[in-house]
């Protein structure tokens, strides 16, 4: 069910970057105790598996707490209509800008790349058939419940038995591929 990364062809390039760009980069990946190389790659990685992509099927960048506002600011029966249509619909189209098709894998890596870029924490595991995804988004009940109705319908699309547990900033989705 994870999908595997593929040992891949590299190459040597050299860049010219700005010096304080460089100090920056040293000290972020001193920070993550990873090398220069391997933080340019994650951050390379995470523009063209997910931000590129996200940017051209219409996502924005708005801070947290605006977004959590905005939510919130609706009854539950619009968070629920609006995770069954519009974010359902959103999500699906990035998943193909991304993948290139819907199956449960691409659905499920591309929600994950969605959670890292988000800066959510999460968890995913996997045991006796069953895929755990565990998210923090600090986002409130009403998000946990819009992230809810979406991933119920879009995953019944994708052949999967799906189970989800909501509290105010946790949302708990555990499927299982049918078949």
């Known amino acids: ?15 010219r970057l700005p010096s304080e760009r460089i100090e920056h980069l040293r000290k972020e990946a001193s920070s993550r105790k990873v090398s220069l190389n391997v933080l340019a790659n994650h951050i390379l990685d995470a523009y063209f598996d997910f931000a590129l992509p996200a940017k051209n099927v219409g996502f924005i960048y708005l801070p947290k707490k605006t977004v959590r506002a905005m939510v919130n600011a609706l009854g539950d029966e619009e968070v629920s209509k609006l995770g069954r249509g519009t ?4 999500f699906i189209d ?5 993948k290139g098709k819907l199956t449960l894998q691409s659905y499920l890596n591309t ?5 890292r870029d988000s800066n959510f924490s999460y968890r995913d595991d996997f045991d006796e058939g069953v ?6 988004h600090d986002m409130g009940k009403k998000w946990s419940l819009l992230l809810k109705e979406s991933l119920i319908l879009s995953l ?9 547990d909501m509290r105010d900033d ?3 989705l555990r499927v ?3 078949g």
């Open 87 to 90: 974010a359902r619909a959103d």
């Open 170 to 172: 946790v949302l708990v």
């Open 156 to 164: 019944k699309d994708v052949v999967a038995k799906v189970a989800v």
């Open 176 to 178: 299982k591929e049918e």
């Open 131 to 136: 895929r755990t995804i565990t998210i923090h």
């Open 1 to 15: 069910m994870y999908e595997e990364k593929e040992a891949r062809e590299t190459n040597v390039l050299s860049l």
């Open 94 to 98: 990035l998943v193909y800008m991304l």
């Open 111 to 115: 929600f994950l790349a969605w959670a």
